[in-house]
């Protein structure tokens, strides 16, 4: 029989007490734990929101523009580079995106993972006006415009099919089947969408083949959206990597709306983290509380100890064996309690989440349970090596 | 073996000073078994506890086996109780969530030595108890738990045993079976000092002390009792 059983048997005939003392433990871990869950559903929402923003990559063609000059008379500004991407770049791109966001997930995948939408602009005129048609693959457009909602009709799926959007329709007085004539190829408008407030409300869409033959401008694309799979993805990479290895390109990552939205999130989570911490404390001063009563009632206990033989090494051993089986419980009681805490006020801080348990916090609760009552027992345990045996006895 | 040299213990200070023993001095010769008498409050306890190194003392020496042990810091009073002194008393101090064995058992615990289960048994043999081993103290009698707490004074083999009345809380008949136990162990080399308040049980011993206001009154041999 080991000491650390001995303590084990003890703290089973004082099981009330632990467990008493192991509340103290609870309270800190649950409310850290709770706190944790829930920022971290709020943290998923709020990344879902953040999809529904479109692509996290733009790649357009790299223009520069040169202001001429010759001594202070102005000769006009001078476009170099090309003003389309050779659609044979497209397989590079994606090559590029899914290589890395397979390298940060560490996926063996071999199938397409990130959307990469082509688009094409092209300037017409139809009954007189002006109109912005563009060219979309109907699929990957689809997955990246999540937002879309088609008011009247249905979503396009031919080559000879166009997707107005709502300010458009009505400017221009389209209605469902009519028929737009396009460099001699006629298009049927299939669907008007709901108003976005972008760009999208002003524009026709139609799908990219049909537009890059109508107007001679075969294997051409004006621009690519890219949506990588995850939050986590590194856009920023990526785009690097497009704009080092695939000349005439120019590749910006969108992360303003990401940053601000994260950036209020980990802010209320840090307050809420410091109050978890003040939940900590409490519950340190908590165990400490009761761990003195305990050294207090086990008085006697501590003296026939120490009359028998142990040492004052090892009246701390038994304190911090008892800690450490406090911690336990209240690690595992703290993580039940947590993640029912995060469940039931989850959805009211942030609304709509589905708060679900998060099994990495559960080691996370029982070392910082066990650290908080170790920590808690340092100095009841000092204490109780400083009774004095003939004193302990004396005191019964 | 044991020289105690003008020990003194005074508790408290002005108004509430106690003096509590008073220039004591004692010899006590290995295998020697001492009975400590005098009425309540006259040191007995206090006396005992000094010797133990279970409290310190105001001034004088203790010395044991040629070393003062009254000086002595924590540590080396530590391995003092692991093996040259034990203790017996009057309300058994036995560990409630311990069986009767791992109560024996304990002081090996405490000295890294956890695998001696067998040495154990056999000492609560020694004392009858080996049918009771698997029960808690609530579960055994006052005798039985005297026993027990024999046992584990036993089972580092110590040269002294010092007992603070230790059959002070049982009848008769289990007063004189633990009164045996200890004049058996006596016979084996064992030191005995023992406090009581029963002539009865201090006629068994060699040498008899009374305390009074902290002062031994009067030292008896056996050899004188009989003349």
Redesign the interface.
């Known amino acids: ?3 650390y059983q ?1 303590v084990a ?2 703290v ?3 099981k009330r007490r632990v467990l008493y003392a192991a509340l103290g433990v609870v309270i800190g871990t649950m409310t850290v734990v709770g706190i944790l869950t829930i920022t971290l559903a709020g943290q998923a929402r709020v990344y879902n929101q953040l999809e529904k923003y479109g692509a996290n990559l733009t790649v357009i063609p790299a223009i520069s523009n040169l202001d001429m000059k010759l001594g202070d008379l102005s000769l006009g500004t001078l476009t170099v580079g090309e003003n389309y991407i050779p659609e044979e770049k497209l397989p590079e791109i994606r090559q590029i995106t899914d290589g890395k966001i397979k390298e940060a997930l560490r996926l063996k995948d071999q199938g397409d993972i990130a959307t990469i939408a082509p688009k094409l602009y092209v300037k017409t005129q139809v009954d007189g006006k002006s109109v912005i048609m563009v060219g979309v693959d109907l699929e990957e457009e689809s997955e990246i415009k999540t937002w879309w909602k088609v008011r009247v009709g249905e979503y396009f799926k031919q080559a000879d099919q166009a997707l107005v959007g709502a300010v458009a329709a009505e400017l221009l007085k389209f209605n469902m089947g009519d028929r737009i004539p396009l460099n001699g190829t006629d298009i049927t408008i299939t669907g008007v969408l709901e108003e976005t407030g972008s760009n999208d409300d002003y524009q026709v869409f139609v799908p990219i083949e049909t537009l890059q033959k109508a107007f001679g401008k075969e294997g051409l694309i004006s621009s690519i959206d890219i949506r990588a799979l995850c939050n986590a993805c590194p856009v920023e990479i990526i785009a690097d990597e497009i704009n080092q290895n695939i000349p005439g390109v120019r590749a910006v990552a969108v992360k303003q709306i990401a940053e601000t939205e994260m950036g209020m999130v980990e802010k209320m989570s840090k307050f809420m983290l410091a109050l978890a911490g003040v939940a900590l404390a409490l519950g340190c001063f908590g165990v400490v509380n009761t761990m003195m009563t305990s050294v207090h009632e086990r008085i ?2 501590i ?10 090494n ?1 009246i701390i051993k038994v304190f911090i064996y008892e800690a450490i089986i406090i911690g336990i419980v209240g690690g595992i009681l703290g993580y039940v309690a947590g993640t029912l805490l995060a469940y039931a006020i989850g959805p009211l801080i942030f609304e709509g989440t589905v708060v679900t348990y998060v099994p990495k916090y559960f080691p996370l609760s029982l070392v910082l349970a066990t650290l908080i009552a170790v920590i808690a027992t340092v100095y009841p345990a000092f204490r109780a090596t400083r009774i ?3 004193d302990s ?1 004396r005191s ?1 | 073996m044991l020289e105690i040299k003008n020990v003194s213990k005074i508790y408290g200070e002005g108004i509430t000073k106690v003096v509590a023993l008073n220039d004591v001095s004692l010899w006590v010769n290995r295998g020697d078994f001492v009975a400590v008498m005098g009425p309540s409050g006259s040191g007995k306890s ?1 006396f005992l ?1 000094i010797i ?1 190194g ?2 310190c003392l105001s001034s004088g020496e203790v010395i044991l086996e040629g070393k003062r042990i009254d000086n002595l810091d ?2 080396a009073l ?1 391995d003092i ?2 093996g040259e002194i ?2 017996v ?1 009057q ?1 058994y ?6 069986t009767a064995l ?1 109560n024996v ?3 090996l ?3 890294g030595m ?1 695998k001696e ?1 067998k040495k154990a048994s056999d000492i609560l043999k020694r004392v009858g108890l080996e049918k009771r081993a698997g029960h808690k103290p609530s579960q055994l009698s006052g005798g039985e738990q005297q026993r027990v707490a024999i046992a ?1 004074a036993l089972v ?1 083999d110590p040269s002294l045993i010092l007992a603070d009345e230790p059959t002070g809380n049982m009848d008769r008949k289990t007063g004189r079976e633990i009164l045996s136990l200890f004049e058996q162990l006596n016979m084996e080399g064992h030191s005995i000092i023992m406090v009581t308040h029963n002539p009865e049980i201090a006629e068994h011993a060699g040498k008899i002390i009374v305390l009074q206001d902290g002062r031994i009154v009067s030292e008896i041999k056996q050899k004188e009792r009989k003349q």
Not at chain 1, 303 to 312: E, K
Not at chain 2, 93 to 98: R, V
């Open positions: 029989m080991k000491l001995l048997k003890d089973v005939r004082r006697k206990d003296g026939i100890m120490r009359a028998v033989g142990a040492s004052r090892q004095k045996v003939a006895f019964l | 206090t506890n133990g279970l409290d924590e540590n530590v109780r692991r034990a203790y008393f309300q101090h036995l560990l409630p969530s311990l791992e058992l304990l002081p615990i405490l000295c956890d289960t584990r580092n």
